[in-house]
């Protein structure tokens, strides 16, 4: 089916990532950042010039665009979404990728910073990719292949199958999303604009990962209140909340219940900000589990480490609020196996080994699942995210757009 098609994905990645659009968890708009929209305003034109129809661009950075069916048959609507926004770990500006051809197996120094060097042995998935092209950023930023790779995929899979009319296909939507890495990916979605039956997220990591497990996941804020007084006079007055705060994370399990101490299934709870003067402190967790109850069990710990902390201290008091963030998708994805089963039949048509994952996160399709849209994550290739060491191999961006082109005909020819 590819045999003599030029891929595309490499300079549409190279192009996407050198547009800053990294979010901002403080701002209140939608987008979080007007930047943005930058990269999807890009998407708009080069979806146009490809021919794809129904393409909006709508206020709050959304783009949806639509490959009409091609096939006699009723087909259900699939849609393969991602997101233009890169995390707020790590610089998105300034971005200057680097292509190491025919990679040797040797360490990447990054020329910007030498001090910044991605190894095989501690990223043995490198191991894997010598022969290959990678693409890195130059030291100083994060490369964007979260998901700008996922961006690229989708990009490539619209120019084959524009260009392949003799490639069957049922009705294909387009979804670009702002803001996933603030987990608001999805908070302005219009799912009667998208029309979809079933999605896909491209956003997972190594060749042939398949993930249709994720975190369930809430967010906690607590809000410790002291007594602020003038400190050259405040004996048996000043009631300082940051140094309650301080108790309250001192509380915490050492040794377990953190990201730093689980793996595989094992769920978290993770301070992530801190923020306060003496007479007011907020901290704001976030708590992750495959298994959703388990939330309120890690939720219960905090809350009594809280009654705690405020036991011991006169004239303190704290308040502990809960958000829901995401759910577990295989909760919903149970329900219908095909989605899961023709991504499968999809990767090995494109000779790709499968690797089922369970996400220790979440993605777009987290939300999109619980929201009536199916919607599993499969591969990019994108690898180190959120770091300056971020990397992406060439080829597996282009196995990537090979899976999700035979997943498209998958859907037809079992219609």
Excluded at 97 to 108: A, E, L, Q, S, T
Excluded at 158 to 171: C, D, P, Q, R, T
Excluded at 203 to 218: I, L, N, P, W, Y
Excluded at 375 to 391: D, L, Q, R, V, Y
Aim: aromatic letters at 8%.
């Amino acid at each position: 089916m590819f045999e003599g098609y030029s891929f595309t994905v490499e300079e549409r990645f190279l192009r996407y990532v050198q547009i800053d659009t990294q979010s901002d968890p403080q701002s209140q708009t939608q987008p979080s950042t007007e930047k943005q929209k930058d990269l999807s305003k890009l998407l708009v034109k080069e979806l146009k010039d490809l021919g794809v129809g129904e393409i909006n661009l709508d206020r709050y950075g959304y783009v949806y665009a639509t490959i009409p069916t091609n096939s006699v048959k009723e087909v259900p609507t699939i849609c393969f979404c991602a997101h233009v926004d890169t995390a707020p770990d790590c610089s998105g500006a300034g971005v200057k990728p680097i292509v190491h051809r025919n990679y040797n197996g040797n360490d990447i120094i990054l020329p910007d910073d030498h001090s910044q060097v991605i190894s095989p042995d501690t990223y043995p998935y490198l191991s894997q990719k010598i022969g290959e092209d990678i693409i890195t950023a130059s030291g100083t930023s994060l490369l964007g292949a979260d998901d700008k790779a996922g961006v690229a995929v989708i990009m490539d899979m619209a120019n084959f199958l524009m260009s392949h009319s003799e490639i069957k296909h049922g009705e294909i939507k387009i979804l670009f999303t702002p803001d996933e890495e603030i987990g608001r990916g999805v908070d302005k979605v219009d799912l009667s604009i998208l029309n979809a039956d079933f999605g896909y997220t491209l956003d997972a990591g190594e060749r042939g990962a398949f993930e249709d497990e994720t975190f369930s996941a809430d967010a906690v804020a607590i809000t410790f209140h002291g007594i602020s007084t003038h400190p050259g006079y405040a004996k048996g007055k000043m009631v300082n909340a940051i140094k309650i705060a301080s108790g309250f994370l001192e509380l915490l399990p050492k040794d377990s219940l953190s990201p730093e101490t689980t793996a595989s299934r094992e769920g978290f709870v993770h301070p992530i900000r801190i923020e306060g003067i003496p007479e007011k402190v907020t901290l704001q967790f976030i708590v992750r589990d495959f298994i959703t109850q388990r939330l309120i069990e890690y939720e219960q710990l905090l809350k009594r480490q809280l009654e705690k902390i405020i036991a011991t201290i006169p004239g303190s008091k704290a308040e502990l609020m809960i958000k829901e963030q995401y759910r577990n998708m295989k909760e919903v994805l149970d329900k219908y196996p095909q989605v899961s089963a023709y991504a499968k039949e999809a990767m090995e048509r494109a000779g790709v080994t499968i690797l089922p994952m369970s996400a220790r996160g979440g993605t777009d399709g987290s939300r999109l699942s619980f929201m009536g849209l199916p919607c599993p994550n499969i591969f990019t290739g994108e690898m180190a995210f959120h770091s300056k060491h971020e990397f992406v191999s060439i080829q597996d961006m282009q196995k990537s757009v090979e899976t999700i082109v035979q997943l498209a005909c998958v859907w037809e020819e079992m219609s």
